[in-house]
């Protein structure tokens, strides 16, 4: 089959062309037709920093590629609910010892799939996974719910658009942080508040939009010294998701507000086999607000097939994309 592999890490490392064999379907497992992939910021980490990410990054020569859609091929013993031409989408491998999706095909733990939205394309689909499994964990770890004013630092970015279209089918009342004409016009479009976050100091927004008291909710998609905002940002015993917290922080803020923190790392399922049956279920919930037109991806406008898997990566990385940036397999 074809594929698009790394012989090297390093932020000169470019993928190259490779014929490797077609996997077989193990039990558990299924094998994919791979129809489509997107790019996360973590599959370009691991690009350009290899053995500094251990264990996430994959052995030479790496199988990158965490999100996919596309078509069971063939169903390994023991697997229940799918069959042989099902399409499905998910987020199985790319990392440690989990072959990825830069291929034509890819096998895959049927625990971490679900049956794709009807209503979207397999290119779209593939741009869910990572990201909805991300904002959807967040949201609920913090009891997103009816009547609640949730704000979403990152609106427009790959975890933060899907996670304001959630919370809005939760039922909260959504604001997005964002900057940019367009920015705002895609937040507001999803019946959010934008809040231009270079022209609206945190302590201004709060006072507008929630009477000084703060939002019961944040989600904090940009992480590092943002999640100062967040806590400033954030009510008394308020929530606080973050996706990025790896930094040195002071929590004296968080302290005096009794703040409840909810890290988010969607990728410890496929790291550590645990509870891999969980990711499942959130994208088949996902699939039932897809379709019933409560959330819809948001995808860049540049196009790219499995031999510009390099462009793709530095589409992303160039900060010019906006929303996800989809590899066209098939």
């Known amino acids: 089959m074809k594929s698009m592999i790394l012989n090297q890490y390093g932020e ?30 973590v599959d370009t980490m691991i690009r350009s920093m290899g053995a500094d990410l251990a264990p996430i990054s994959p052995e030479l020569p790496a199988l990158l590629g965490m999100d996919f859609a596309g078509a069971i091929e063939e169903v390994g013993n023991g697997v229940e609910g799918f069959a042989v031409g099902d399409e499905v989408y998910g987020c199985a491998g790319g990392l440690s010892d989990l072959p990825g999706a830069l291929a034509e095909y890819m096998q895959a733990d049927a625990r971490l799939i679900a049956h ?22 967040g949201l609920t770890r913090a009891g997103v719910g009816n009547g609640q004013k949730v704000l979403v630092h990152g609106g427009t970015g790959g975890v933060g658009h899907l996670a304001v279209q959630i919370a809005r089918a939760f039922g909260a009342d959504v604001f997005a942080t964002c900057t940019g004409d367009k920015d705002i016009q895609i937040i507001n479009g999803y019946g959010a508040k934008a809040i231009d976050f270079m022209n609206e100091q945190v302590a201004d927004y709060v006072d507008q939009h929630t009477g000084g008291a703060g939002f019961d909710v944040v989600y904090d998609s940009v992480g590092g010294a943002n999640m100062s905002k967040s806590f400033e940002a954030a009510a008394l015993n308020g929530q606080v998701v973050t996706t990025v917290s790896m930094l040195e922080l002071d929590l004296t803020p968080a302290h005096f507000k009794g703040l409840s923190i909810h890290v988010v790392f969607m990728l410890i399922p496929m790291l550590h086999d645990f509870k891999r049956a969980e990711h499942g279920r959130i994208l088949g919930e996902i699939a039932k607000l897809v379709d019933a037109g409560k959330v819809a991806p948001l995808l860049d406008e540049q196009r790219f097939s499995l031999e510009q898997t390099g462009g793709a990566h530095d589409r992303l990385t160039s900060g010019d994309a906006t929303g996800k940036v989809v590899i066209e397999v098939a």
């Not at 794709?116 to 741009?127: C, D, F, G, N, V």
């Open 12 to 41: 000169t490392a470019q993928f190259v062309g490779a014929d490797l064999p077609k996997p077989s379907a193990k039990p558990g497992h299924v094998v994919i037709r791979v129809v489509a992939t997107s790019v996360n910021m």
């Open 116 to 137: 794709k939205p009807k209503s979207l394309s397999m290119r779209e689909a593939a741009a869910i996974p990572l990201v909805g499994i991300t904002a959807f964990e």
